[in-house]
C-alpha cells in the first residue's frame, strides 16, 4: 500500500486497512505469513522473560523517557525482525 | 523509475485497471495484478515517458555508471532500513573498486541466495570492471550506487531519492547509467 | 529476481547481459526498446551448476 493509501486510511480510522499492511509488511506480502510472523515475535520475546531473568528497566525507562516517539516506533518494527531473526524460523530471504 | 509528472492518478485512486497489464509490454502477464493486491498504490505507472538520451560519443570512450536496487552496500557502512513500514529513501554510493568480498546486502524482498554466493548476479561490480578493462566502454565512474526497492511512496522516491541520485551521477560525470532492479 | 544478471559465477553469462544493455544504447531512438536475451534460464541454471561443480572440483 503506498503512503498515500495509508494515510486516508489513518485519517478514516481504517484499523482494518492498517493491520492488513502491517501484515503484509511483515509477511512480504502475504498476510497471513505475516499475521503468523507477529505470533513469532511475541513469543519470542516471552519466552525470554518466563524465568524472571535481571533485565534492565533503567534502560527501557530512560528510552521511552528520551526518545522520541518515532524513534520508539521505529524500535518496534526493528524489534520484531529482532525477535523473529533470532526465532531461527527466518522465511525472509535478505538480511536485516 | 520511469515516472509521469502529468496526468497522474493519486495514489488512493489507482487500482488495477491502471495498471499497464498489456502482454505485449509485460513479460510475465497479471504480475503487476498480483503486486497491486498485496501493495495497493504502490506501483507507478507512467503515461509520459522521458526519452532517452542519444549516445554522443562512442560507447568505447563513455564513463559508465550502475545503479540498482538490490540493497547492496560497502561493509561497514548504515545498513538500509529494510523494517520501516513506508521504505527507505536514501542511497548508499559503493567505490567501483571495491572488492566484491567487501560488500553484503541489506534487503529482505528479493531472493539473496544466488547473490549471497556471487553477488555480481544482482550487482555485477567486478563484470563491469572487467567491461570497463576490455575497453567496452572508456571506465566506470567513480563510485556505483544502490538503494533497496521497497519504497512505499512511488512520488516521494521520484523526488527525492530518484532526484539524488541522478544528480549524484552528474557529479561523477557519467555518459551512460546502466539501472538494475533486483 | 535476484539474479538480473545471471547465475552464480558464470562471469561470461553475467558479462552477456550488460553487454546485451549496452549494446541497445546506440540504437535509443525511442523510448522503449525490449529485446530477448539469447539464452534460456534452463540454460543459463544448467551452465551454472556446471560451473559451480567445476569449481568444487577446483577446490
Known sequence: M??????????????????RYVRLHFGDGNEQAGTDEIDKAWIEALKRLIDFPPTNRKFIFDAIEQQSEETLAHLFFHLHFYFVQKSGDWIHDGNL | METSESNQPSDETRDNSEIPSSSEKQLRPGLWDVVNE????????????VSMATLDKPLGECRLGFVSTSGVQSIGSMPFDVVHPVGDYTFR??????????LEIHQLKYPTDGANRDVNVVYPIERLREIAAAGVVG??????????????????????????????????????????PA | ???????????????????????????????RIERPFPKTWAAARREGKVIEQMLHDES
Open chain 1, 2 to 19: 503506498s503512503r498515500e493509501y495509508l494515510k486516508k486510511a489513518i485519517a478514516e480510522d481504517d484499523k482494518e486497512k492498517l493491520i
Open chain 2, 38 to 49: 498485496r501493495y495497493p498504490g504502490s506501483m507507478i505507472h507512467n503515461d509520459d515517458f
Open chain 2, 93 to 102: 554510493r559503493v567505490p567501483s573498486d571495491t572488492p566484491a568480498d567487501q
Open chain 2, 139 to 180: 571506465e566506470l565512474t567513480g563510485n556505483l550506487y544502490s538503494f533497496i526497492g521497497y519504497n512505499m511512496d512511488p512520488r516521494h522516491l521520484e523526488r527525492t531519492l530518484a532526484e539524488d541520485i541522478a544528480d549524484a551521477f552528474e557529479e561523477e560525470q557519467a555518459d551512460v547509467v546502466l539501472a538494475a
Open chain 3, 1 to 31: 529476481m535476484g539474479h538480473q544478471f545471471g547465475v552464480p559465477f558464470h562471469k561470461e553469462l553475467q558479462k552477456d547481459v550488460i553487454r546485451a544493455c549496452l549494446e541497445l544504447l546506440p540504437m535509443t531512438s525511442g523510448t
